[in-house]
């Protein structure tokens, strides 16, 4: 379906011409008809289906058909809450791209930057608000901005945003926005967090179902190669090397890890950044920007990078190890295969690790194709595979023996056959 087809005026569908859009996603084409009718919606879709433009291309046509001349500063009409600042900046970048024809003013806070420049572009006067919610009630306390004219609410990865700890603020900022507005709830999969999310922000919403967990990228390519915790870094380096891979980002699970990772592929002369919590906004910004530019062949990144960045075409995603929590899987393998486009997923898989493995196949309900990669095969089963050769052996040999005992037999049979036979017949004449 043609985005004109939803409802949506020639500023916008001129816009996401521009950009490549032809066709809307499932997501957008149940929300946007929704959302432009002023209802409240909770929607669970899977990463990479197109949620950030299912919300923000209605909202940007509700603001712009209002009457803008009673706005005052410091006051914003529309909240976004997201996580992360690397979502922040993903969903800025995308409502400034999306809404170019329309006079209407963004803007994003977050974290890990200085508290004045953010300052000063909220004192111009903002309609819509990207914001982390630790840094959003900074800037409320500070009397930077209010929110007692808030129209329409959107929770982005409103899972994520009460799996982080933030319920308290949650709830805080709830109370400081107008009962009468509009909600928006946008997750992955409707956990017990979502539900408990819409109870306190939404009375009825309409709830949209988009697909679930198992049917996640089905043009991912996902491979698990089994191999032992202390081969997984070179094999790592090999397989990004030796298969000439220009583009990949990789997962560990903790902030050490990524830092030791980054630092041996960089050795072995793959041109490789690192992202985690602990750097500082700059770097991490630069490091986005490098890795999507292409300007470096490898990404090492914890989960900070599963969630918020939406690289076209990546081709390659690799788990160097198994997320915690099965669902953190979905949200890695999710960065490639966006958009209808094909991805491959790769797993370094330890035997310490099989349980969370298990617990991925149940949630995905099918399971992962399992490989061994040549000369990086665990010990355990290289070990397994020599007893079987050994067992096999062992078994041929006793067939053998037996077979030749059966000939024997047969043999000596044969030759008292004769015997009696020639005695037989020398009675016989």
């Known amino acids: 379906m043609s985005f004109e087809k939803l409802g949506l005026v020639s500023e916008l569908t001129s816009a996401v011409s521009e950009l490549g859009y032809t066709k809307a996603t499932p997501v957008q084409k149940r929300v946007i008809p929704l959302i432009l009718d002023g209802k409240d919606v909770m929607a669970t879709a899977q990463t990479g289906t197109g949620k950030t433009a299912a919300y923000a291309l209605p909202i940007l046509q509700l603001l712009s058909k209002k009457d803008t001349k009673q706005k005052t500063e410091k006051v914003v009409r529309a909240l976004i809450l997201v996580p992360t600042r690397e979502l922040a900046a993903q969903v800025e970048k995308s409502i400034e791209t999306y809404g170019k024809n329309f006079a209407l003013k963004s ?37 930077n ?97 030796s298969r000439n891979w220009n583009q990949v980002l990789v997962f560990t699970k903790t902030r050490q890890r990524a830092d030791e990772v980054g630092a041996y592929l960089e050795a072995s002369g793959l041109k490789t950044l690192i992202l985690h919590g602990e750097k500082a906004h700059s770097k991490r910004t630069k490091a986005l920007r490098d890795f999507k530019a292409g300007t470096i062949r490898v990404l090492v990144a914890t989960d900070i990078a599963s969630r918020g960045l939406d690289i076209e075409d990546l081709p390659h995603v690799i788990n ?53 990669f040549e000369g990086y095969e665990p010990k355990e089963w ?43 017949n020398k009675k016989a004449k």
């Open 107 to 143: 803007c994003a806070i977050y974290g890990g930057v200085k508290f004045t420049p953010q300052t000063k572009k909220l004192s111009r006067g903002i309609d819509i608000l990207i914001a982390t919610p630790g840094r959003l009630l900074e800037h409320i306390k500070q009397e």
């Open 145 to 241: 901005l209010n929110l007692s004219k808030v129209e329409i609410l959107v929770f982005d990865e409103s899972d994520r945003i009460l799996d982080m700890g933030f319920w308290e603020e949650v709830e805080i900022l709830s109370s400081m926005i107008p009962k009468k507005r509009q909600t928006l709830l946008f997750s992955v999969e409707q956990s017990k967090s979502v539900k408990r999310f819409s109870k306190l922000t939404v009375i009825k919403p309409v709830k949209i179902v988009i697909n679930n967990q198992g049917d996640l990228a089905k043009k991912v390519r996902q491979t698990i190669y089994i191999c032992d915790q202390d081969k997984k870094t070179a094999l790592l380096s090999y397989m990004i090397g």
């Open 320 to 372: 160097y190890e198994l997320p915690g929590d099965a669902g953190d899987y979905i949200h890695r393998i999710g960065r490639t295969g966006r958009a209808g486009n094909e991805g491959e997923a790769i797993s370094l898989v330890c035997k310490e690790e099989r349980s969370i493995l298990k617990d991925i196949e149940r949630l995905l309900k099918y399971a992962l194709k399992v490989e061994f």
């Open 382 to 424: 290289l070990k397994k595979e020599a007893n079987k050769h050994t067992i096999k052996a062992k078994i041929e040999r006793d067939q053998k023996k037996r077979s030749t005992t059966a000939n024997s037999v047969v043999g000596m049979r044969k030759k008292k056959a004769t015997i009696k036979k020639r005695k037989q």
